[in-house]
Nanobody, 125 residues
Framework: QVQLVESGGGLVQAGGSLRLSCAASGRAFITSGMVWFRQSPGKEREFVGGMPWSGSITYYADSVKGRFTISRDNAKNVMYLQMNSLKPEDTAVYYC??????????????????WGQGTQVTVSS
């Protein structure tokens, strides 16, 4: 079992930065692939990026590549999403999710077993 809690969301102006955190409890964190999704009103949940449990590579959606950075601290059981150069279209509820031994496979939300409650990010123009 993995329990996830996001934090760090808020209101920021376009061009600004935010860092989201996803704190995990449970021993399975170190063997879990960790990802970020986001969902805007009226839209489907969208894969933002993720880090496989092996840590071999980090995946990003094209829409955030070069602006967002994912990292994880296995000693603290925390994953981060550093978001720079934010745009109004980045406004969404951001969720972290996990799947045991996810190593970069399917990136649709149905593939992930554990979810946080979400944190709102609002980017004003």
């Amino acid at each position: 079992q993995v329990q996830l809690v996001e934090s760090g969301g808020g209101l920021v102006q376009a061009g600004g930065s935010l860092r989201l955190s996803c704190a995990a409890s449970g021993r399975a964190f170190i063997t879990s692939g960790m990802v970020w999704f986001r969902q805007s009103p009226g839209k489907e949940r969208e894969f933002v990026g993720g880090m496989p449990w092996s840590g071999s590579i980090t995946y990003y959606a094209d829409s955030v590549k070069g602006r967002f950075t994912i990292s994880r601290d296995n000693a603290k059981n925390v994953m981060y999403l550093q978001m720079n150069s934010l745009k109004p279209e980045d406004t969404a509820v951001y969720y972290c999710a996990a799947k045991r031994f996810w190593d970069g496979g399917p990136k649709n939300d149905r593939n992930f077993d554990y979810w946080g409650q979400g944190t709102q990010v609002t980017v004003s123009s």
